[in-house]
C-alpha cells in the first residue's frame, strides 16, 4: 500500500524562481503554491525577481522536476517583444545567459 504524499496535490506544475541575493547567496524567491510559468514571465517583466538564475518546474501529483529556465527565457523576451515592454536590468542578465539573442536597445533599461 502506498502511503499518502503529505505535500499539497496541485494539478498545474509549481514554478520556482531561485535568486541570486549578492553577498547573502543564492535562494528561492517565496511564491504562492501555484505559480505558473506565466505568473513567472509576468513577474520577470515586473522586476519582480530582481536577479533571477534558474526556473524549476515541479509536479508532486504527477512526480516530475526538471529546469525550465531557457523556456521561461524565451517567453520573457516574446512578451517583451510583443508588448514593447521594457526588460529590467536582472532579467536581462538571465536572459542574456540563457539565450543567444542581443536585446533591442528599446527592450533594455
Known sequence: MRSPT???GFEAPVHLVLCDFGRL?????????????HDVV????????NRPVQVVAFSVSEGWARDVSEDVAHE???LARKE???????T????????DEELEPELTA
Do not use: C, W
Open 42 to 49: 509576468e513577474n520577470m517583466l515586473s522586476g519582480e525577481y
Open 84 to 90: 514593447s515592454r521594457v526588460i529590467p536590468a536582472g
Open 92 to 99: 536581462q542578465s538571465f536572459l542574456e545567459n540563457l539565450l
Open 6 to 8: 503529505l505535500a499539497p
Open 76 to 78: 520573457v523576451l516574446e
Open 25 to 37: 547567496g543564492l535562494a528561492y524567491k517565496e511564491t504562492d503554491p501555484v505559480t505558473s510559468e
